[in-house]
């Protein structure tokens, strides 16, 4: 309310509460395990999610020199269907990590419940696993993304998977889009260009 947004209702904040509860007692075994989530299958393409789930896949190009950079996100569901597919650009960017945050936001946007975020960046496991970054210049952004999964998800993970699963996914290509877009320029891609909806057509015939 103070930053002008809408107020929660109680039952929304009683629920996110209980949802933040849940998460945090299961945290203390994950960060403890905290290598054990960084999964990487080395040269596996993109596969869909179990039912009832949302994979979001978010790739960010970040200029240290000029603090700007740009994203892509992609949402899916378990039948390889495109849930929504955003880009965009930001000025005052921190770290790569803001394009993971995008991602989850538009699954947030979207009112998805169980989500799976999958991710190259071994900085965001250990940011959401762990208190590695806790002390650190990323801890404002890592603690947004830890609020933003615990209190609107009804369940949620993050995975690691490498970097050309990103381009299987279409997230890098999403990105490339965001870095011709103005600063102000709509994120959600009302239609999806036909380059990579051929691309998700010939991923989504190798489920049949």
Known sequence: ?????????PSSLAHGIQVYMAAWCNRG????????????VQGSPWERPTDGHVKVNCDA???????????????????????????????ALLEPLHGEIQGVQAAIDEGVGQVI???????????????????????????ELR???????VSWRVQQRPRSCNRVALAHELAALGSLCYLDAEPILVSIPSCIQSVIAEGS????
């Open 1 to 9: 309310m103070r930053d002008g947004e809408r107020c929660r209702d």
């Open 117 to 143: 975020i999958e991710t190259d960046a071994t900085a965001v496991l250990q940011a959401v696993y762990s208190d590695a970054y806790d002390l650190s210049a990323m801890a404002t952004l890592v603690a």
């Open 147 to 153: 609020n933003l999964l615990y209190l609107n998800f």
């Open 205 to 208: 015939a190798s489920f049949e």
């Open 61 to 91: 190009a970040f200029d240290p020199h000029t603090n700007s950079g740009c994203w892509g996100c992609i949402l899916r569901d378990s039948d390889g269907d495109v849930v929504t597919a955003r880009r965009g650009r930001l000025e």
């Open 29 to 40: 075994s994950e960060a403890h395990n905290k290598d054990r989530p960084m999964r990487s």
